[in-house]
Antibody, heavy 118, light 109 residues
Framework: QVQLVQSGAEVKKPGASVKVSCKTS????????LHWLRQAPGQGLEWVGI????????TFAQKFQGRVSMTRDTSTRTVSMELSSLRSDDSAVYYC???????????WGQGTLVTVSA | EIVLTQSPGTLSLSPGTRATLSCRAS???????LAWYQQKPGQAPRLLIY???SRATGIPDRFSGSGSGTDFTLTISRLEPEDFAVYFC??????????FGGGTKVEIK
């Protein structure tokens, strides 16, 4: 079965960087784009960006450009997202998610809580 | 940016009744790229409907989606106890590529 398993919770200080990973299994890794989204406490969902596991190309929401990077490792079927210059309002649960052909997110990781606090 | 506005914010209903959730877009959304998700506390969202009206794998037929253009609806025909949750609509297209509505909470009356 399809599974996306994310790395554990992180606590960071303002200005630091965080890297969250997402290990996939149960499907052909290069057949589906993978996305990162986030959800602040009690808030809605916000799209961060997308990575093509085949070639590694990325597209980010303008809000995060310059602060975010995404990489993939085809040997371990893992994608990672790094967010730098962290601020308190970056505190959120970060999700990786697979998109189907109609761009709906059909499988999700369990989420990684990132807390930014001095 | 395509803004999705969901209404009502909270829906208080009894089990066995019908729930109708609305999602209105600030610009025309392709029906192919409109989806609905259910989220329970402490869990990741779960895809219910994609392409405005197609049920995702394993989703019961009491869930249905409809609509086009700027107005979309999620209907739960008879609420089961496990259906009390928050529901989000989602669209693909424009910039940013993906946006979500603010959510409708369906709570037990």
């Amino acid at each position: 079965q399809v599974q996306l398993v994310q790395s554990g919770a992180e606590v960071k200080k303002p200005g630091a960087s965080v890297k969250v990973s997402c290990k996939t299994s149960g499907y052909t890794f290069t057949s589906y784009y993978l996305h990162w989204l986030r959800q602040a406490p009690g808030q809605g969902l916000e799209w961060v960006g997308i990575i093509d596991p085949t070639g590694g190309s990325t597209t980010f929401a303008q809000k995060f450009q310059g602060r975010v990077s995404m990489t993939r490792d085809t040997s371990t079927r893992t994608v990672s997202m790094e967010l730098s210059s962290l601020r308190s309002d970056d505190s959120a649960v970060y999700y990786c998610a697979r998109a189907n052909v109609l761009m709906a997110f059909d499988y999700w990781g369990q989420g990684t809580l990132v807390t930014v606090s001095a | 940016e395509i803004v999705l506005t969901q209404s009502p914010g909270t829906l208080s209903l009894s089990p066995g009744t019908r729930a109708t959730l609305s999602c209105r877009a600030s610009q025309t959304v392709s029906s192919s790229y409109l989806a609905w998700y259910q989220q329970k506390p402490g869990q990741a969202p779960r895809l219910l409907i994609y392409g405005a009206s197609s049920r995702a794998t394993g989703i019961p037929d009491r869930f249905s989606g409809s609509g086009s253009g700027t107005d979309f609806t999620l209907t739960i025909s008879r609420l089961e106890p496990e259906d009390f949750a928050v529901y989000f609509c989602h669209q693909y297209g424009g910039s940013p590529l993906h946006t979500f509505g603010g959510g409708t909470k369906v709570e037990i009356k």
